[in-house]
């Protein structure tokens, strides 16, 4: 695959006129007082817009991976949750009991998590579900019981391929 890209690359600089074409340089406007109060405020980039602030989501990537490799997983949940739970049955530990396993990720304060997950050897090949549950955790430091309220859930499909020694010589 390798090889195969480089050909591409060396394809291109041969028939490429050899260096690229300048850009033409175009005057930048002078602000105005009120687009400054705009750029004091958060970047539009960084933003997220407020109607899907309170909508969890949930990506793992790749979608499709194979048996013994690591996925991805990126979470968004409301502000209000301090807590995601991430389960599946790809997830499933070699040698344990249980089928269906939940990972834990703390939120940041914009609701926002990232981690990444092993795909267990066991793990069927096929189709699994990976679901998300943002939670509020609650708990009174004295008596050390917590309240667990669900604010959303979420699920994506996740389709495990079969295990090959060849994913490690690429």
Not at 55 to 75: E, G, K, M, T, Y
Request: aromatic letters at 6%.
């Amino acid at each position: 695959m390798r090889l195969v890209t480089r050909i591409g690359v060396a394809a291109t600089l041969l028939v490429s006129q050899g260096t690229p074409p300048e850009p033409t340089p175009t005057p930048t406007p002078t602000p105005t007082p009120t687009s400054t109060a705009s750029t004091n405020k958060k970047s539009s980039k960084t933003a997220i817009p407020p109607e899907l602030k309170n909508v969890p989501s949930l990506r793992v990537l790749p979608w499709d991976p194979r048996q013994a490799s690591h996925v991805r997983i990126f979470v968004h949940c409301p502000p209000k949750a301090n807590h995601a739970l991430i389960g599946s049955t790809a997830f499933a530990l070699k040698g344990s009991r249980r089928l269906y396993r939940e990972v834990g990720l703390g939120l940041s304060d914009r609701g926002l998590a990232h981690r990444a997950v092993s795909i267990s050897y066991s793990a069927l090949p096929g189709f699994h579900g990976a679901h998300l549950k943002c939670v509020k955790v609650k708990m009174n430091q004295k008596t050390r019981i917590r309240r667990i309220r669900v604010l959303g859930r979420d699920a994506v499909p996740l389709y495990v391929r079969r295990f090959s020694i060849w994913q490690f010589f690429d």
